[in-house]
């Protein structure tokens, strides 16, 4: 009986496990891009609001990334979406016009040993706004709802040379700005 009562306690710890991801409003596998048939995770959102001086417009930046970007050491294989706009609030509806984005991966955390700290090292750029034969010739971003700690968005890109990135991302963002 006791041996009965183990088994039961473990296969529900697992379910318990399982189910835990997807409740905490990260799907892992449906937020992030497909391209060239590949499925890129983008589990992590941070919204950065670059308006803090006055109320014009200065611009709001999202950074979607597979890896929670304020807090990773000696990580790698990092990929990232990135994108600037102009407006004061990230605000539900279409994004018209989108002045900086790139999309990368590969890139990775490394250890400097001279100040004990991580370095950030970039990828490769996969799309990248001020790299010729990486910009864009369509940029839709639409922004489907968003509350006070949760946004729900799709987004598609479309390079030069017409090779199409598209994904989404719902669920928990930081606001907070972070760097890389």
């Known amino acids: 009986m006791r041996n009965i009562l183990k088994v ?6 697992s379910l318990f496990i399982s189910c835990s991801e997807e409740e905490s409003g990260r799907d892992l596998g449906q937020n992030g891009f497909s391209h060239n048939e590949t499925f890129y995770v983008l589990n992590n959102a941070f919204v950065t609001d670059e308006d803090i001086l006055d109320s014009l417009p200065a611009g709001i930046s999202v950074t ?15 990929s ?4 600037k706009y102009s407006d004061i609030n990230l605000t539900a509806g279409t ?5 900086d984005y790139y999309i990368e991966v590969g890139g990775k955390f490394e250890f400097n040993a001279l ?13 990248n706004s001020s790299q010729s034969g990486l910009t864009a010739t369509e940029k839709n971003v639409t922004i489907n709802s968003v509350t006070e700690n949760n946004v729900d968005m ?21 606001d907070s700005n972070v760097n890389p």
């Open 154 to 174: 799709t987004f598609s890109f479309t390079r030069t040379d017409g090779q199409i990135f598209s994904g989404k991302y719902s669920g928990i963002f930081s």
């Open 80 to 83: 990232k979406l990135y994108f």
């Open 64 to 78: 979607l990334s597979n890896v929670n970007l304020a807090d990773s050491s000696a990580v790698s294989n990092v």
């Open 8 to 13: 039961a306690s473990l296969l529900a710890f």
């Open 95 to 99: 994004i018209a016009t989108i002045s």
């Open 115 to 127: 100040d004990s700290t991580y370095v950030y090292t970039n990828g490769t750029y996969l799309l």
